[in-house]
């Protein structure tokens, strides 16, 4: 059975750095090199929002709020998604997600989150 899991975060003070971890675990290579990756991330509040995500051709996409502070990266071969985040600030903080999407197969799936903290 296919499972994102996410790892990484925690609580950082403001210009700090933290980077998160997803592994897809059970997802057969064929799958995961055809996902585009992306790391989601919902504020108390607030709807979900795509944060940053990787094509299986390695094409970057990001969000504006963290254009220059994030960067997403992948390793095919271990089935990993990462995101390393820095110069961290209050409005970073929320629940971050990992998320795969292969057009391929037709399949997706949700990682279960994990929380990331910068006090304000």
């Known amino acids: 059975q296919t499972q994102l899991v996410e790892s990484g975060g925690g609580l950082v003070q403001a210009g700090g750095s933290l980077r998160l971890a997803c592994k897809a675990s059970?997802?057969?290579?064929?799958?995961?090199?055809?996902?585009?990756m992306g790391w989601y991330r919902q504020a108390p509040g607030k709807q979900r929002e795509l944060v940053a995500e990787?094509?299986?051709?390695?094409?970057?996409n990001y969000s504006d709020s963290v254009k220059g502070r994030f960067t997403i990266s992948r390793d095919n071969s271990k089935r990993m998604v990462y995101l390393q985040m820095n110069s961290l600030k209050a409005e970073d903080t929320g629940v971050y997600y990992c998320?795969?999407?292969?057009?391929?197969?037709?399949?997706?799936?949700w990682g279960q989150g994990t929380q990331v903290t910068v006090p304000s």
């Open positions: 998320h795969s999407n292969s057009a391929a197969y037709g399949l997706a799936y």
């Open positions: 059970g997802m057969i290579l064929s799958v995961f090199s055809s996902s585009t």
């Open positions: 990787i094509t299986s051709e390695r094409i970057l």
